[in-house]
């Protein structure tokens, strides 16, 4: 069974830029959360999707946006980026919603802002 | 909204040892409260876990432990090895909202 797949695995924008990441699930997983990770922060939390819908939204501001698909695949969209938006950016499913159960991260997508 | 505060962020410890870590959350409707690891360069993976109905909970070396009335649970690891040399997270949700992490403890097992 092929785990969570997340592309691009490394970016590297400018300042004011706009940015799509993606997320695969695991067949048959129909959450989708993803995280901001930085050194000395931890795994922040940024929204949820189950079956095409936000579930939780974290206290990020609006340039931070997703969406997911019918097949459960999700995309994270971060506009006008800047210097603090260079993190790592996980993502994870689960069968039910995240609070409930065991989370299947992806390796990561690593952003760098220029 | 939930807040997870996790000490310390750096623990040593000689290989063979006991570590412990400790999370404390503030929301007393938080029910699950899962641990993961994460290696360098790794992706985190979920290594036990625990639901506010029971106190404690084993798994070979590791062992979590819930006080609710405090509101705060911990991570056992016995007889560590180098292989549990990582990044732990605990984290806390109510269940049908967001998990919370805390903000990590880096692990690191002296030879």
């Known amino acids: 069974k092929a785990g969570v797949t997340q592309t691009p695995r490394y970016l590297i924008k400018t300042r004011g830029q706009q940015v799509t990441l993606s997320c695969s699930p695991i067949s048959g997983h129909r959450s989708v959360s993803w995280y901001q990770q930085t050194p000395g922060q931890g795994l922040q939390f940024l929204f949820e999707y189950f079956s095409e819908t936000q579930r939780n939204k974290g206290n990020f501001p609006g340039r931070f946006s997703g969406r997911q698909f019918s097949n459960s695949r999700s995309e994270m969209n971060v506009s006008t980026l800047e210097l603090g938006d260079s993190a790592l950016y996980l993502c994870?499913?689960?069968?039910?919603?995240?609070?409930?159960?065991?989370?299947?991260f992806g390796q990561g997508t690593r952003l760098t802002v220029v | 909204g939930e807040n997870v505060e996790q000490h310390p962020s750096t623990l040593s410890v000689q290989e063979g040892d006991s570590a412990v870590i400790k999370c404390t959350y503030s929301?007393?409707?938080?029910?699950?409260f899962p641990w993961y690891k994460q290696e360098l360069g790794k992706r985190p993976q979920l290594i036990i876990d625990?639901?506010?109905?029971?106190g404690e909970k084993k798994d070979q070396r590791i062992a979590v432990t819930l006080n609710k009335t405090a509101k705060h649970f911990s991570l056992h690891i016995t007889e560590t090895q180098p292989e549990d040399s990582a990044v732990y997270f605990c984290a806390a949700s109510k269940g049908d909202d967001k998990i919370i992490f805390g903000k990590g403890t880096r692990l690191h097992i002296l030879p």
């Open positions: 929301d007393s409707a938080s029910n699950y």
């Open positions: 625990i639901r506010s109905n029971v």
């Open positions: 994870a499913s689960s069968i039910l919603p995240t609070g409930n159960t065991e989370a299947f």
